[in-house]
C-alpha cells in the first residue's frame, strides 16, 4: 500500500532520541533517590540501633523502613514505565487515527481532509521564497463502466495502479490525494511559475492515468481529463484553488479536452453567470415571467393563418425579453422545464381559448419532458383549466426525444393521441433524420427544419432534400409545415415542393398575444381574408 503520511526517518531518529534520554534521566533521578536513602538510611539505621540498642526492636524497624522505601522506589519505577508504554500506545492510535481520516484506505494515497491540510502546509511553507502552488485535478472518464464489465476487484486494482502512475512521474515532494470514487489531484510547488513546466507535468500526469494496464489477464484503457490551477504566489485559499481546478476540469470534460486545461477567470464568470441565470428562472417561475409568444403558420396557397407555434419567452425585469436559447436548456438541467412549460401552455392557451376555432397552436415539448411519465395527464390538465379544446392542440417533438426512452414516448403520445391531440415532428432534417421514426410514431406534421429552409434558393442538395421530403410526406399522407421561410422566393420555392403550410419572418415574427389577437381582428376584417397577411414589427 502506498503511503504519503509515513513518519520521516529523520522524524523517527529525532523522537526516538528524545525517548531514550527521557528514560535516562528518570533513571538517574530515581538511582540518586536509592542513593540517597540507601545513605540517609545507614544514618538512621546507626541510630535507630544506638536507640534500639537501648530501648530494643531498633533493628527490625530501621530495616522495614529500609525495605518499604526501596519497594516504594521498584514499584513508582515499575508504574513510570506502564505509563510509559500506555501513552505510547496512546500515541500510535491517534497517529493511526489520523493517518485513517486523512487517508484514501484502497490506494494509501491522501484524502480530501488530507489533501487540503497538506496542501496548506506545502503552500505556507516558508522555506523558500515566492511559492507559487499547482493543482491538478484529475478525473476518469467513465471509469462506472470499468467496474460493471469487469468487476469491483478489478476497477479497484485499476485504482491502485493509477495511484503508482501518478506518484512515479510526479516530484517526491508533491501531494497526490484520491478525492472521491474517480478524481485524483496533485499539488506541487512551482517556485518559477513557469506556466509549459507545469503543463509538461500535467500531460505526464494524464498520459500515467490512460496508460493501458494489464489487470487479471484483461487489458484495460481508461479516459480522464485533467484541470490544473496555480496560485499566485500563496494569496488564494487551497479550496479556492481546488475549486479553479475542478472548473477547468469541468470545461475540459465539456470540450471533451486530451490535453489538461488551464483554468481562466472568464470559466469562473461563465460559471457565475450561468448560476445566476439558475437564480433568475427559479425567480422568473416564481413570478410568472415566462411568457408565450405566436409565431403565424400560414397555407402557402392562401396566405391564411391557420395557426401559431407558442414560443417561450423570459420577460426579464431589468434585461427585457430574453430569447429561449437561454433558458430553455439551464431549466432541463435543473428539472424545472416540466414546470416552466406548464405555465407556458396555461398562459397561451387561456389566450388562444378565445381565438377563431379554427385555429391551431402548437406546443413545443422538451426530450426531458417525454421522459415524464405523467406529461400527457399534465397537459389534458392545462386543458381542462383553459378551456381550451384538444382537437386545437399540436403537440411538437424532436427525433432526438426519441431516444432516451421510446416506448415511454410511444405511452405518453398514445394517451395524447387519444385525448384528440395532434402529433409534429419537430426540426425533421437535423440530428438522425430517420424515416423509421415516422413509422414508430403516428405523426400528423412534419416540420422541415429551417436550416434546409435558409440556402434553398442558392444551395441545391437543400433543396432536394425539401423538394424529397414534401414528396415522401404527401405520399404517406402527412403534412409538411417548413420553417424559417424569410422571403418571397423561398416562399414561392417550397409552395412548388408542393408544402402545404409554412412559418417563418416572411409572414410573421414571434409576437404577443395582444398582437397575435389584433392580427386575426385585422384578418377577418380584410376585404380578402387571408390573401394580405398584416405584417407585425418584430419583437423576439
Ligand atoms: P423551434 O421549435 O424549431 O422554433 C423555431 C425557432 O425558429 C424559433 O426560435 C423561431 O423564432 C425561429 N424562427 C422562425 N422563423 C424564422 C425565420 O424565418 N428565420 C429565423 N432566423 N428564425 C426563425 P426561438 O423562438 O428562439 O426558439 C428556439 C427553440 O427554442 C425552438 O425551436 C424550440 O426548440 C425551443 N423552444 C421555444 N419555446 C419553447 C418552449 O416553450 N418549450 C420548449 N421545450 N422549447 C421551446
Ligand atoms: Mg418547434
Ligand atoms: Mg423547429
Redesign the pocket.
Known amino acids: 500500500m502506498l503511503s504519503t503520511t509515513r513518519q520521516t526517518p529523520r522524524q523517527k531518529r529525532v523522537s526516538s532520541l528524545a525517548t531514550a534520554r527521557r528514560d535516562a534521566l528518570v533513571l538517574a533521578i530515581l538511582i540518586a533517590a536509592v542513593v540517597l536513602l540507601i545513605w540517609n538510611g545507614s544514618l538512621f539505621f546507626h541510630e535507630i540501633q544506638f536507640v534500639g540498642d537501648q530501648q530494643g526492636e531498633g533493628v527490625r524497624v530501621a530495616w522495614t523502613a529500609l525495605t518499604l522505601n526501596v519497594a516504594l522506589i521498584l514499584f513508582g519505577w515499575r508504574r513510570y514505565v506502564d505509563l510509559q508504554h500506555e501513552s505510547e500506545l496512546r500515541a500510535d492510535s491517534d497517529a493511526r487515527a489520523i493517518v485513517m481520516a486523512t487517508t484514501d484506505p484502497m490506494t494509501g494515497l491522501l484524502n480530501r481532509k488530507g489533501f487540503a491540510d497538506k496542501a496548506c502546509e506545502l503552500s505556507s511553507d516558508g522555506s523558500s521564497g515566492e511559492r507559487r502552488l499547482a493543482i491538478f485535478s484529475v478525473q476518469l472518464n467513465r471509469f462506472k463502466g470499468i467496474n460493471d464489465r469487469f468487476g469491483f476487484d478489478v476497477g479497484d486494482e485499476l485504482l491502485r495502479r493509477i495511484a503508482e502512475g501518478i506518484i512515479g512521474v510526479v516530484d517526491p515532494d508533491a501531494l497526490v490525494a484520491r478525492l472521491s470514487g474517480d478524481e485524483f489531484a496533485v499539488a506541487c510547488v512551482q517556485s518559477s511559475g513557469d506556466k509549459r513546466e507545469i503543463e509538461r507535468l500535467g500531460v505526464s500526469v494524464l498520459r500515467s492515468v490512460t496508460r493501458a494496464q494489464t489487470v487479471d489477464g484483461k487489458v484495460i484503457q481508461v479516459g480522464a481529463y485533467v484541470g490544473i490551477a496555480m496560485s499566485d504566489g500563496g494569496t488564494i485559499p487551497i479550496a479556492d484553488l481546488l475549486r479553479r481546478a475542478d472548473i477547468a476540469l469541468d470545461r475540459a470534460k465539456t470540450a471533451k479536452a486530451a490535453r489538461p486545461m488551464w483554468f481562466d477567470t472568464g470559466m469562473e464568470r461563465a460559471l457565475l453567470a450561468h448560476s445566476e441565470i439558475e437564480q433568475g428562472i427559479l425567480l422568473a417561475l416564481e413570478h410568472k415571467q415566462f411568457e408565450p409568444f405566436f409565431e403565424p403558420q400560414v397555407d402557402l396557397q392562401t396566405g391564411a393563418i391557420v395557426g401559431f407555434?407558442v414560443l417561450a419567452r423570459w420577460r426579464h425585469p431589468i434585461s427585457g425579453i430574453i430569447s429561449p436559447d437561454s433558458f430553455i436548456s439551464v431549466a432541463e438541467d435543473m428539472g424545472v422545464i416540466g414546470r416552466l412549460s406548464e405555465q407556458v401552455m396555461h398562459a397561451a392557451f387561456s389566450e388562444a381559448a378565445s381565438w377563431d376555432p379554427a385555429i391551431k397552436i402548437s406546443v413545443?415539448i422538451s426530450p426531458v419532458q417525454l421522459t415524464d411519465p405523467w406529461l400527457a395527464e399534465k397537459i389534458v390538465r392545462v386543458l381542462a383549466e383553459t378551456g381550451f379544446p384538444a382537437t386545437r392542440l399540436v403537440v411538437?417533438i424532436t427525433e432526438s426525444s426519441l431516444f432516451a426512452d421510446i416506448d415511454q414516448a410511444r405511452a405518453i403520445v398514445t394517451s395524447l393521441k387519444n385525448q384528440g391531440i395532434r402529433l409534429a415532428l419537430?426540426d425533421f432534417g437535423t440530428g438522425f433524420s430517420s424515416l423509421s421514426h415516422l413509422r414508430t410514431l403516428p405523426f400528423d406534421v412534419i416540420?422541415i427544419d429551417r436550416s434546409f429552409v435558409a440556402t434553398i434558393d442558392r444551395d441545391r442538395e437543400s433543396a432536394a432534400i425539401v423538394g424529397a421530403v414534401a414528396t415522401l410526406a404527401t405520399a404517406i399522407g402527412v403534412p409538411v409545415t417548413v420553417e424559417g421561410i424569410e422571403d418571397a422566393a423561398t416562399h414561392a420555392a417550397v409552395l412548388g415542393m408542393g408544402c402545404a403550410v409554412g412559418q417563418g419572418w416572411y409572414f410573421g415574427k414571434p409576437m404577443t398575444a395582444h398582437q397575435a389577437a389584433q392580427l386575426l381582428r385585422d384578418r377577418h376584417s380584410a376585404p380578402h381574408p387571408g390573401n394580405e397577411l398584416p405584417r407585425f414589427k418584430a419583437v423576439g
Open positions: 407555434e413545443n411538437e419537430d416540420k
